[in-house]
């Protein structure tokens, strides 16, 4: 019997928190959702090296700040003085990566709620699942709608589940499983509350089979208006989108 939380997500969650209108990632994303009236944000978490959780999505630094090499080998005392903006535009030229602490809290003041991606560095899927829950722990009110967990990597979503099980967790599929039934145990034996899958791995029959085990169905990165009309007509739940502004989330 599924002991975690009912599903807690919108119809609609911002990707990265808002990652085309600002640097994925960051507070400015969230803020940047939050403008648009997004009542949750998908964001990517992981380790540094000293065991400081913070976001984001890659393993290494390059791509969306002015550091360099694999993130999980630099102490957060390095990470936190990284430019994570320039990358994007100029306004957002010294925007930080944020450590996760000061994103929860942000979204505990301004009524958002999370779909955290445990984005373990590698080798750390079991360390990053039991870090983010103890976060949580220490800096969620219990009463309120809790974040939802995701990872592409079961470890993870099991070292979480061990560690509370009061969060809800949704295993997060690139690619689908010869058999829907497969996909389906999976999740029901990490006690998940649902599966997040590519959007165009979602048809009729599998969203079906996901509603029927009592579970809910979410797609990632919807950011076409006929694919999301093809998907909300097939009953997904929720919608992941880079698209704040094409999307009214109300």
Request: aromatic fraction near 6%.
């Amino acid at each position: 019997m599924r002991t975690s939380p009912a599903w807690p997500c919108p119809r609609w969650i911002a990707h990265r928190g808002a990652g085309h209108c600002a640097p994925e990632n960051t507070l400015a994303a969230i803020r940047a959702g939050a403008a648009r009236r997004y009542r949750m944000a998908e964001c990517d978490v992981k380790l540094s090296a000293d065991g400081v959780l913070f976001l984001l999505h890659d393993d290494t630094l390059q791509r969306t700040s002015n550091g360099h090499g694999p993130a999980g080998a630099w102490p957060w005392a390095r990470l936190s003085q990284l430019d994570a903006g320039t990358w994007h535009s100029a306004p957002y030229a010294g925007e930080p990566l944020p450590h996760l602490t000061s994103v929860l809290r942000y979204c505990r003041a301004n009524g958002m709620n999370l779909n955290l991606e445990i984005k373990p560095n590698p080798g750390q899927a079991e360390a990053t699942g039991r870090a983010v829950v103890q976060a949580l722990r220490a800096h969620w009110p219990p009463d309120a709608t809790p974040p939802l967990l995701s990872s592409f990597q079961p470890a993870a979503l099991q070292a979480a589940a061990e560690a509370d099980a009061h969060w809800p967790r949704a295993l997060l599929l690139a690619s689908w499983p010869r058999h829907t039934a497969d996909a389906l145990q999976l999740a029901q034996d990490l006690d998940c509350v649902g599966l997040v899958a590519e959007h165009r791995l979602w048809q009729a029959s599998r969203v079906q089979a996901i509603h029927d085990a009592g579970l809910a169905c979410a797609a990632y990165t919807v950011n076409d208006a006929r694919e999301a009309e093809r998907l909300l007509a097939l009953g997904v739940d929720s919608l992941i989108t880079d698209a704040v502004d094409a999307f009214t989330p109300d």
